[in-house]
């Protein structure tokens, strides 16, 4: 096959016919993914990586190709809160979450898998099993939904209809992952299986999680750090949708494990505490550690917020202005993100250079 190529030496994407790989994708020969790791790998030079940054370094998150998915997305959006407005106060909750489970399917079959949209297949995933779930425990309860709060859990009296109504909510959810194959839709199987697995623990021992709720996320929390890993030691090089999977999952567990592990440090020593802000400050820094490591941002994006506190508490233990505080936190926080993002590939280098002959680096992108 004769190549085409520019006056630079890098192959012509045009040779490759942007209409022809849409073609592909919609008769399904490739995926939405595979054509774009290959306009990628065509129009790169030989040897070298885009912006000197591997795949694993890009921490790439596909699910948007440009604004007709984003304006695509604006119409599904518009149309569900149209449904769920138009049908509330006709037909129970339960019923109207049941009608519009049944139309983010139909529109699945559309968008997902028919023409392949990666934002509106994400929107749709993530939408369908919360919509599905209330549906399945209003039924199962005729209606009569549980009030949950931060601080309760299930009425003992509702688990023995709650845990079929999970069970089926999770059937749902990866028949809905089959069908479909968004990535994005693991992360909602997980948390309904840990949903179920928590309902059956408190089923065998009342009151447990409602007493020990920080504890109980935590290990949540690890529990979807620990799948995360299994999908990205699949995929080191991070070139497949184990990748995504991986991601989703990640910053579904980064929030719970540091939202946990700072609740059971307030409750010790309360949040208007010197030794509270040092606490968060050791944990970015430990989960700074780790998601160097394993090269992974999305586990910092939950810490962020509570690093900004505590900077801006002893910030203001100098006896400043709180404007004054606020801008230095801002400064102090924003300096620090783009000194670690910047520096990230000579961290970890840094970071994984004491295991270069261990089995770790069978489970991890390699440092770049």
Not at 21 to 36: K, M, P
Not at 225 to 242: E, H, I, W, Y
Not at 257 to 281: C, D, F, K, R
């Given at each position: 096959?004769?190549?085409?190529t520019?006056?630079?030496?890098?192959p012509?994407?045009q040779?490759?016919s942007p209409?022809r790989l849409?073609?592909a994708?919609?008769a399904?020969i490739?995926?939405?993914?595979?054509?774009?790791?290959?306009?990628e790998f065509?129009v790169m030079?030989q040897?070298s990586?885009a912006?000197?940054?591997?795949h694993a370094?890009?921490?790439e998150?596909?699910?948007?190709?440009?604004?007709?998915?984003i304006?695509?997305?604006?119409?599904?959006v518009?149309?569900?809160?149209?449904l769920?407005?138009?049908?509330?106060g006709?037909?129970?909750?339960?019923?109207?979450a049941?009608i519009s489970?049944v139309?983010?399917w139909g529109?699945?079959?559309?968008?997902?898998?028919?023409?392949?949209l990666?934002?509106p297949?994400?929107?749709?995933s993530?939408a369908f099993?919360?919509?599905?779930?209330?549906?399945c425990?209003?039924w199962f309860?005729?209606g009569d939904?549980?009030s949950l709060?931060?601080n309760?859990?299930l009425?003992a009296?509702?688990l023995l209809?709650?845990?079929p109504?999970?069970?089926?909510v999770i059937?749902g959810?990866?028949l809905?992952?089959?069908?479909?194959?968004?990535p994005?839709?693991?992360a909602?199987?997980?948390a309904?299986?840990l949903?179920?697995?928590?309902l059956?623990?408190?089923?065998?021992v009342p009151?447990?999680i409602?007493s020990?709720?920080?504890?109980?996320?935590l290990?949540?929390?690890?529990s979807?750090f620990?799948l995360?890993?299994?999908?990205?030691?699949?995929?080191?090089k991070r070139?497949?949708l184990?990748?995504?999977k991986?991601f989703?999952?990640?910053?579904?567990?980064?929030?719970?494990?540091?939202?946990s592990?700072?609740?059971?440090?307030?409750?010790a020593?309360?949040t208007?505490?010197?030794?509270?802000?040092?606490?968060v400050?050791?944990?970015?820094?430990?989960?700074?550690?780790?998601?160097?490591?394993v090269?992974?941002r999305?586990?910092?994006?939950s810490?962020?917020?509570?690093?900004?506190f505590?900077i801006?508490?002893?910030?203001?233990?100098a006896?400043?202005?709180e404007?004054?505080a606020?801008?230095v936190?801002?400064?102090?926080?924003?300096?620090f993100?783009?000194?670690?993002?910047?520096?990230?590939q000579?961290?970890r280098?840094g970071l994984?250079k004491?295991f270069?002959?261990?089995?770790?680096l069978?489970?991890v992108?390699?440092p770049?």
């Amino acid at each position: 096959m004769t190549t085409t190529t520019t006056s630079d030496g890098i192959p012509d994407p045009q040779a490759l016919s942007p209409d022809r790989l849409a073609a592909a994708v919609e008769a399904g020969i490739l995926s939405e993914h595979q054509a774009d790791q290959l306009t990628e790998f065509w129009v790169m030079p030989q040897g070298s990586g885009a912006s000197g940054l591997t795949h694993a370094d890009r921490e790439e998150v596909r699910f948007v190709r440009g604004f007709h998915d984003i304006f695509i997305s604006i119409g599904l959006v518009v149309l569900m809160f149209g449904l769920v407005f138009g049908l509330h106060g006709w037909v129970d909750d339960w019923l109207v979450a049941g009608i519009s489970a049944v139309v983010i399917w139909g529109l699945a079959e559309l968008f997902a898998r028919r023409k392949r949209l990666a934002l509106p297949s994400f929107l749709l995933s993530i939408a369908f099993t919360p919509f599905f779930f209330i549906a399945c425990v209003g039924w199962f309860l005729e209606g009569d939904m549980p009030s949950l709060d931060s601080n309760k859990w299930l009425p003992a009296g509702d688990l023995l209809d709650v845990i079929p109504a999970t069970v089926l909510v999770i059937i749902g959810a990866v028949l809905f992952y089959l069908r479909f194959r968004v990535p994005v839709g693991v992360a909602s199987i997980s948390a309904g299986c840990l949903f179920l697995g928590a309902l059956l623990f408190d089923l065998a021992v009342p009151g447990i999680i409602e007493s020990n709720l920080a504890a109980f996320f935590l290990v949540v929390g690890l529990s979807i750090f620990a799948l995360a890993m299994g999908f990205d030691s699949r995929d080191p090089k991070r070139v497949t949708l184990n990748s995504d999977k991986a991601f989703w999952l990640h910053l579904m567990a980064s929030p719970l494990i540091v939202h946990s592990i700072l609740s059971m440090v307030s409750e010790a020593s309360g949040t208007e505490s010197t030794s509270y802000s040092t606490v968060v400050i050791a944990l970015f820094l430990i989960l700074a550690t780790v998601a160097l490591i394993v090269d992974r941002r999305a586990l910092l994006v939950s810490a962020m917020s509570y690093l900004g506190f505590a900077i801006g508490y002893l910030i203001i233990q100098a006896d400043v202005s709180e404007e004054t505080a606020i801008a230095v936190t801002m400064l102090v926080l924003g300096c620090f993100i783009l000194l670690i993002g910047s520096a990230w590939q000579v961290l970890r280098r840094g970071l994984l250079k004491p295991f270069a002959d261990t089995p770790l680096l069978r489970f991890v992108p390699a440092p770049n």
